[in-house]
């Protein structure tokens, strides 16, 4: 097994930015504004979903075009984030836009023929269950 799959079969499938259910990557992104003398830096570091780190890695490098150059350490550090980052968001394209649904054939949970949920377990088809009303007086 290599280490791309070794990788993908323990990510996890939830993205730490948006929350979305999907296959994630883990990055650190980098994003710099130079200030002269000072630096202003934000990283973005967890395990993200394609759409986050697209997103991410647009605002960031904007971001660094355009303000990461005014400062004396950041006319260094700032090629180094962009580059750093693209070979990131280059390794993300191959991932999948998000997981599939299941389909509404054998299998799925309110398809006909399916198994009920065992008792005490919610079904998650069902529609969320009304919170109880008191009654009024």
């Given at each position: 097994?290599?280490?791309?799959s070794?990788?993908?079969a323990?990510a996890p499938?939830?993205?730490q930015?948006?929350?979305?259910r999907a296959?994630?990557?883990?990055v650190d992104?980098?994003r710099?504004?130079?200030l002269?003398v000072i630096?202003?830096?934000?990283?973005?570091n967890?395990?993200?979903c394609k759409?986050?780190?697209?997103?991410?890695?647009?605002?960031?490098t904007?971001?660094?075009?355009?303000l990461?150059w005014?400062?004396?350490?950041?006319i260094?550090?700032?090629?180094v984030?962009?580059i750093?980052?693209t070979?990131q968001?280059?390794?993300?394209l191959?991932?999948s836009?998000?997981?599939?649904?299941p389909a509404?054939?054998a299998?799925?949970?309110?398809a006909?023929?399916?198994?009920p949920?065992p008792?005490?377990i919610a079904?998650p088809?069902?529609?969320?269950?009304e919170?109880?009303?008191a009654?009024?007086g």
């Amino acid at each position: 097994m290599g280490a791309a799959s070794a990788l993908a079969a323990i990510a996890p499938l939830k993205c730490q930015v948006c929350g979305a259910r999907a296959q994630t990557m883990k990055v650190d992104l980098h994003r710099n504004i130079g200030l002269l003398v000072i630096r202003l830096n934000a990283r973005m570091n967890g395990w993200l979903c394609k759409a986050c780190i697209r997103r991410t890695f647009w605002k960031f490098t904007l971001v660094n075009v355009t303000l990461g150059w005014w400062g004396f350490v950041s006319i260094i550090l700032t090629p180094v984030f962009i580059i750093g980052n693209t070979i990131q968001y280059i390794k993300s394209l191959g991932m999948s836009d998000g997981l599939p649904l299941p389909a509404a054939g054998a299998g799925a949970v309110n398809a006909p023929g399916a198994e009920p949920p065992p008792a005490g377990i919610a079904d998650p088809g069902a529609p969320p269950a009304e919170p109880p009303v008191a009654p009024a007086g």
